[in-house]
């Protein structure tokens, strides 16, 4: 659904991305693993039309995508996660949500119409709450939320505006183990009917759950394939040494 | 239009530019560095000017009224800077400007209590009260040409400054990445001290030296202080060459419009900023990011 | 804490309504003249303490209202219908906004508020130095606006208790068309600008637009403001468009207390009520002027309607520090 063909993407004098190419298809987990500063978030930032491309193309249902800037592509179905939790702090968790799934709503101009009484962002916020286990919190200020609830409340937000494609930037930072069990049930059940990137360094959950594995290591890819495979290549233990994988 | 008028416009315009480029450096680097906008920046030209008023009554000559008149502009911007805008670093914006124009409404006040509300006048220092021939009818007064010298000999010591010594490189440094010259910890009260004093020293001086030409009333501070803002919005905030640039620019605009529109000379420099805004809205030396 | 508050707004509604019964004309005249403020602050609310863009141009806006009562009129002596000038004046603000806010909002940070106040300086320009409505010098208005419709005069703007309960009746009318907007889906968005912008756009809101439809309306308001303080002055001069009406206003909604409408009300209030008083004081009340802008930030950050929080505020962190 999602593609990247020879991403790449420069700093200055420093490339990040080195002509990246990979594929995101609907059923799949892909997981992007790699140490820090392999270029893993401005892969994602590519991804999501938060920065644009030095060189190569982004494609989305086979339609390449020109200077998309991240609105357009949050309202095509492509969501995100941040590694740092990005939330609105002043509002409740049911309010953050809510508002994510007002986003991709028509009719917004309806002045007249309080958003309380909407009935469609009002609901999915509610379901993507219930999802994350959020929904006893709903009225809880997002700046208050422990730093696991904050985690939960950006997959929360993401879901809320029901996309085709997630990106996730370590969603598991931070959670303890039954948390992170949880998000793992669910991105296996979110898989069916979308395409899912999944940025994370914690091993373990990696290949609890992933379908395919891409490594980067200095801004290029060194090796992808089914997880199996990645696990037996000789130069992503080299890249990991000492890793755990 | 003939020669003679053409050379009279730019050599006008190359005056305004400097001046300018005075006022609005030190304005640009305050912002870069401390992120703090400053309203009352253009009191301090104001101040300058009234400085050199009453400095050269008491003195009996503008030189020397400049020279006790810098270094009280530099005390007193560091005496300002210790006692009122450190506080306003951590604070955000909005209460900037608030702060900075309840200054504005003290300084004029201050003003107005000490030496009133009346437009006065500074004399060219004798020596430079002539003015140089310019072809068969038209001449140019030397004092304006010294005007433009001393500025040109200030901004030459500030890019000296800038760029060759320690001081300056922390300053540039600072300019562009603020976050960065914490991260160096020591010193960094100093820095600020030092960069505020120097912006209104600055400001100060351009407001003397100018003195002469331009006259000294109320309210001369706040048109400079708003052209000011264009210069910075225009060469991109921090940037001394882009206020230089900029500066220049406006000088021209200005002057050449009030010749050929005079009704709308006033609108042209806020035109320009309008154009630069739709191209390039960080600012020209602004690399803009994606 | 929830019986309170509509308990208040009923007795401050009626002491409003009761006015005019108890009072000479010219506190029935102030007061009038502080709830026209009162409009052009909320408008400004609605950009800075609801949408985060602090904009210190607003009095443009106003400003080219007041104008435009005057260059809708065929000469200074023949009243204008105001069910016609009124509109044009509103759409005539909200045009300027409109264009304004297409470059300005291209900025943000500290370079918007710096080309908000470089446009609104351009707009006073080409009022104060071309001969439109008499240049710096301004023009005067002999008759006030006529409120008829065919044969039917509802009411009559030259008499005070009428033009009194006439800006009542628009102060409550645009403090509830702004709450009606802000409890809406594009108010809640605005605040969701405010709050966190780039998430904004990150989720898939076009920021630029709901920002530009913020400074639009609020450019409009600001104009129904500016149209009625003409007729109520009976002057107009480039002053109306100065930065120093800017920043007048905008000190108005931080006295108050930003993002909540009724903060820029008593805003209005307490400062119109103050600079009356600093000027009966002394010739120089500019000075207790700025030394009181400098304390009311310093020491009410939330403004008078937030006094509560920062009492708070302070009281927790004098106990843990």
């Known amino acids: ?245 | 239009m003939d020669l003679q008028i053409f050379l009279i416009q730019v050599l006008n315009s190359i005056q305004y530019g400097l001046l300018l480029f005075l006022v609005a450096s030190g304005l640009t680097l305050i912002f870069g560095i401390m992120g703090v906008i400053n309203l009352a920046h253009g009191s301090f030209y104001m101040l300058g000017a009234y400085a050199a008023f009453v400095l050269s009554g008491l003195t009996g000559g503008l030189l020397w009224a400049i020279v006790l008149g810098v270094p009280l502009a530099v005390l007193f911007g560091y005496v300002l800077e210790w006692i009122f805008f450190s506080f306003l670093y951590r604070r955000d914006h909005l209460q900037q400007v608030l702060l900075t124009y309840g200054l504005i409404l003290v300084f004029e006040e201050v003003r107005s209590l000490a030496v009133g509300d009346d437009v006065h006048g500074v004399a060219v220092p004798a020596a430079l009260a002539s003015s140089i021939p310019l072809g068969s009818a038209m001449s140019y007064p030397v004092y304006n040409l010294v005007i433009s010298a001393a500025c040109v000999i200030v901004a030459a010591l500030l890019f000296v400054l800038l760029r060759r010594t320690r001081l300056g490189m922390m300053i540039r440094a600072g300019a562009s990445n603020r976050e960065m010259v914490r991260s160096l910890g020591i010193e960094i009260d100093f820095l600020f001290r030092v960069v505020f004093a120097l912006g209104v020293a600055l400001a100060a001086f351009a407001g003397m030296i100018n003195a002469p030409a331009s006259s000294v009333y109320p309210g001369m501070g706040n048109q400079v202080l708003i052209i000011c803002f264009v210069v910075v919005v225009i060469g991109g905030i921090g940037s001394v060459t882009g206020a230089l640039i900029a500066a220049l620019a406006i000088g021209f605009v200005d002057t050449f419009g009030k010749v050929f529109l005079p009704d709308y000379s006033g609108v042209l420099v806020y035109l320009l900023m309008a154009v630069v805004l739709v191209w390039r809205p960080e600012g020209l030396l602004r690399e803009s990011s994606a | 804490m929830s019986i309170a508050r509509p308990i208040l707004w009923s007795v401050a509604l009626l002491a409003l309504a009761a006015l005019p019964f108890v009072a000479g004309k010219f506190y029935i005249d102030l007061i009038a003249k502080i709830m026209i403020m009162a409009i052009f602050a909320m408008s400004l609310d609605l950009l800075v303490g609801v949408t985060g863009l602090v904009s210190l141009g607003h009095a443009a806006f106003f400003g080219l209202a007041s104008y435009m009562l005057v260059l809708a009129a065929p000469d200074q002596y023949t009243a204008v219908s105001l069910w016609t000038s009124l509109p044009l004046a509103m759409a005539a603000s909200a045009l300027l906004a409109l264009v304004i806010g297409a470059l300005v909002l291209r900025t943000r940070g500290v370079y918007f508020i710096m080309v908000t106040l470089a446009f609104s300086q351009m707009v006073y320009f080409v009022f104060h130095d071309t001969k439109i409505a008499g240049g710096s010098d301004g023009t005067y208005i002999y008759v006030k606006p006529n409120a008829s419709i065919g044969a039917w005069s509802p009411f009559n703007l030259g008499d005070n208790a009428h033009f009194y309960y006439a800006m009542l009746a628009l102060l409550a009318l645009t403090f509830l068309f702004l709450r009606m907007l802000l409890a809406s889906r594009f108010g809640r968005a605005l605040r969701g600008i405010k709050s966190n912008e780039q998430r904004m756009r990150a989720l898939g809101f076009n920021t630029y637009a709901y920002k530009l439809a913020a400074f639009t309306i609020a450019g409009a308001i600001a104009g129904l403001a500016g149209y009625f303080a003409a007729v109520q002055f009976g002057f107009v001069n480039p002053e109306m468009l100065s930065w120093h009406q800017s920043a007048n206003v905008l000190l108005m909604v931080i006295l108050g207390g930003m993002g909540n409408l009724v903060g820029a009300v008593v805003g209005a209030f307490a400062l119109v009520l103050a600079q009356d008083l600093f000027s009966s004081l002394t010739k120089h009340w500019l000075l207790l002027m700025g030394g009181f802008v400098i304390a009311v930030v310093v020491l009410l950050p939330n403004g008078l309607t937030g006094a509560g929080q920062t009492w708070r505020h302070w009281r927790e962190r004098t106990r843990s520090g």
Not at chain 1, 125 to 131: T, V
Not at chain 1, 135 to 151: Q, V
Not at chain 1, 220 to 236: Q, Y
Request: glycine share 8%.
């Open chain 1, 1 to 245: 659904m999602l593609a990247a063909r020879e991403l790449t993407r420069r700093f200055g004098g420093l490339v990040a991305v080195d002509r990246v190419s990979l594929e995101l298809k609907r059923g799949e987990i892909h997981a992007l693993i790699g140490t820090n500063g392999a270029g893993k978030s401005t892969l994602i930032n590519l991804l999501a039309g938060q920065l644009r491309p030095s060189a190569g193309t982004v494609s989305f249902r086979g339609e390449p995508l020109r200077a998309a800037r991240p609105e357009r592509m949050a309202r095509l179905g492509i969501g995100r996660t941040f590694q740092h939790s990005n939330v609105f702090p002043e509002f409740s968790a049911f309010e953050n949500c809510r508002l994510a799934a007002q986003a991709r709503l028509p009719r917004v101009w309806a002045l007249h119409e309080p958003a309380a009484h909407c009935r469609s962002s009002g609901e999915a916020a509610m379901r993507a709450l219930e999802i994350v286990g959020l929904s006893e919190r709903r009225d809880a200020a997002a700046s208050i939320l422990s730093h696991g609830e904050r985690r939960a409340l950006e997959i929360a937000m993401c879901l809320a505006s029901d996309p085709s494609v997630l990106l996730l930037d370590e969603p598991l930072a931070g959670m303890g183990g039954e948390e992170s069990n949880r998000v793992l049930e669910l991105l296996r059940r979110l898989k069916t009917d979308r395409a899912i990137l999944l940025v994370e360094h914690d091993m373990d959950a990696v290949f609890a759950v992933a379908d395919v594995i891409t490594v980067m290591a200095d801004g290029a890819v060194i090796a992808s394939g089914l997880p199996e495979a990645v696990r037996a290549d000789p130069t992503v233990r080299e890249a990991y040494l000492g890793d755990g994988i």
